[in-house]
Structures are given as C-alpha cells and as structure tokens.
C-alpha cells in the first residue's frame, strides 16, 4: 500500500512539475502571408534579443535566397566585436513550415535539428521586419537598409513588446557602412563556421 501511494505522489509530483515547464504566454502571431519571392534579400539587423554566437556583433546582415528545392539559402554575417572585428559567417537553411502564410521556417544550422523560426512582422513594401520564435529567447529587428529613423525603430519595439518579449534584453546592432559598401554576400572562397 505504502510504495502504490509513493508511487501516486511521485507520479503527481512529476507531472505538476512537468505542467509547470509549459509556457503560460500565448502563441507568437507571425505574418498572416509573406511573400517569399519578396522576402528574399539582404536584410541589415538593426536590434536583436541576440543567440550565443552573434553577440557583440557589429555589420550584422542575413541574406535569403530561395532554392528551386524550396528551401531557403540563408547567409548570416557579422563583424566580431568590433567593426573591424573578425568576419564571421554562418549558412543555415531555411525550410517553409506553414504552406499557408509561409511565415513558419524551420532553421538547419545542424542536421536534423531545425529550429523554431517565424516572420512576425514584414512591412507592407517589405523594406522592415520582425523575426521572432515561440520560446521568445530571441528576437530579430531587421531592415533592408542599415539604418532606420528613431520613429521606425519605435513602432518595430512596440510590435516586439505586443508579443510578450522582455524588452530589457533586446539591444541595438552596430551598423556602420561606407556609402559605397552593400551587405557582405555568400561566396565560394569564404567558407560558413
């Protein structure tokens, strides 16, 4: 009678624990319909709730290239600390979740993992947008130029705000670029971390 009734309480106490790993926020709203063909590009990160990897970033730009597979070529590159820091560069590929709206990606930095990764927000003339995933660990603000007005910024963190991110994590990327310089591209000769 004593180990059915350790076994109940354990069984309870496990499954309370369980619950209580579960995120009490709503799901993230992504883009209703994105344009994919438009979607694609160059995209200069101008705020970010960052990963491990692009912290410290400076120049930070992800660029997007549809393959006739559907999926989704995606080069991430960044300046290591500093503007003049170390050049990293990263090659995930995207994979379409949602047919429908085309706002749901599945990020492969390493097979078979492909991580949550959803297109809250894309302007109308598709010239800003916002990145974000359900677990709301990271954020990205991106913009087709490397910079934006004060007033643009404003409107993309309140919309980050309405999807019940911490707002004291999310930081500004260093953007500097010579008039003449345009966002870094995939190359053969430069190889992805």
Known sequence: MNVQRSVKVLTMGLLSLLGGCQSSLPPIANEPKVD???????????????????????????????????????????????????LKRYCPR?????DPSQA???????????????????????????????????????????QISEAELQDLRERVAKQSYDMSKLQTVPQQWPESASAPSRSAEEPCE
Request: glycine share 8%; aromatic share 16%.
């Open 36 to 86: 994919l063909a438009r979607f694609m590009g160059d995209w200069y990160v101008i705020a970010n709730i960052p990963t491990s990897i692009e912290r410290g970033a400076h120049n930070a730009v992800e660029s997007y290239r549809l393959d006739s597979d559907g999926s989704i070529a995606t080069t991430f590159t960044f300046r290591d600390g500093a503007f003049d820091g170390k």
């Open 104 to 146: 749901i990606w599945g990020m492969q930095f390493i097979w078979p993992i492909k991580a949550d990764y959803r297109i809250v927000y894309v302007s109308p003339d598709y010239q800003q947008t916002i990145i974000g995933r359900q677990k709301r660990d990271n954020v990205w603000i991106m913009a087709r130029t490397p």
């Open 94 to 98: 995207g994979f379409v979740r949602d």
